[in-house]
């Protein structure tokens, strides 16, 4: 039987505290933005998940061709005994490692900040995998990797070989100087033995890119306009979703898609729950996404600065995607 705990790094108003500071300071600010884990309510992730399977969507499909493919070469190579994961989710194509795990002493770490979804997938797992032991974390691993990754002598993994994976292309979301951040905390977190899986996508023709984020059936266009439904009913705004079109760009000098929202027209937003208002004007934008796209060498060199070192490299068959493997250098 597995064994299967919870444990809660959040304070209980940790979700409306993010949010309020976020939409604070980024719908406040001259150029407005607003980070893309808010996308993801019940509605939002229902989008998503119908995103993840339409045609022009490739990341999700190509990164789960990788991990059929070589999930027991991953695992083999980097000697891992206990897996973490970094943004779990469902914890859907995490099954394919988990399933290469030797079958005796493993455990699996999913860390996410949603409860409802954290303990469904990790009650799943245990379900499903009945000799592995299976820990669900909440908490947010931008600013508690130190807390996570840390090893209490009484662990009864102390010792253990982990791997932490970052999986579905997320690393794209943050800005460089948050990966640099990101990569630093997280180099400083590991120990010998340890290893990091990273998904990331590939830089490629924007012929490729902008329909992936601008599909024909509006399914993305729906996701992103979702995120105002979000902030009316949490934070009693009034957005009319019908003032805004959706927006995918692809920002050559950076190397990163851009996910928009533009008024159509002059308009005032009442934010009653923040005590705010917002003017924007016809054609102003909100930037709600940033999804970098990746090279190889792009990838040696900030994890090279970061203190890690190359272990393996795999895409699929159509270089879209890429899994890596690194270790503290």
Not at 52 to 80: H, K, M, Q
Not at 138 to 166: C, H, I, K, W, Y
Not at 179 to 201: H, Q
Request: contains cysteine.
């Amino acid at each position: 039987m597995s064994s299967y705990s919870y444990i809660d790094h959040l304070p209980i108003d940790f979700t409306s505290a993010s949010l309020r500071s976020d939409v604070l300071e980024g719908l406040l600010a001259e150029r407005k933005w607003l980070p893309p884990k808010w996308f993801y309510d019940k509605t939002g992730s229902a989008l998503f998940e119908e995103i993840t399977r339409l045609p022009e969507y490739y990341p999700t499909r190509a990164e789960r061709a990788i991990l059929e493919r070589s999930a027991a070469e991953v695992v083999a190579l980097s000697g891992c005994r206990v897996l973490v994961e970094l943004g779990s989710g469902s914890s859907e194509k995490t099954r394919l490692l988990l399933d290469a795990l030797p079958a005796e002493g493993s455990a699996y770490v999913a860390l996410d900040v949603s409860e409802t979804a954290l303990r469904e997938a990790c009650a799943a797992v245990a379900a499903d995998f009945p000799r592995l032991s299976v820990k669900a974390v909440r908490a947010d691993f931008e600013n508690q990797l130190p807390t996570v990754l840390g090893r209490p002598s009484s662990d009864p993994d102390r010792g253990a070989g982990r791997m932490v994976a970052f999986l579905g292309g997320t690393i794209g979301n943050l800005a460089p100087e948050q990966r640099r951040a990101f990569l630093g905390t997280l180099r400083a977190g590991l120990s010998a033995g340890d290893s990091f899986l990273l998904g990331a996508d590939l830089v490629k023709s924007p012929e490729v890119l902008i329909p992936a984020y601008n599909d024909a059936a509006g399914v993305t266009a729906a996701f992103n306009l979702n995120v105002l439904e979000v902030l009316n009913r949490r934070l009693a705004a009034d957005f009319d979703r019908g003032d805004f079109e959706h927006r995918a760009i692809w920002d050559a000098e950076n190397a990163w898609m851009e996910m928009r929202l533009r008024a159509v027209r002059a308009l005032s937003v009442r934010i009653a729950g923040l005590g705010v208002g917002l003017e924007l004007a016809a054609g102003e934008e909100i930037r709600t996404e940033i999804s970098a796209k990746f090279t190889k060498a792009r990838l040696q060199t900030e994890f090279a600065a970061a203190g890690f070192a190359p272990v393996g490299w795999w895409t699929d068959p159509d270089g879209l995607f890429s899994l890596s493997l690194w270790t503290p250098a």
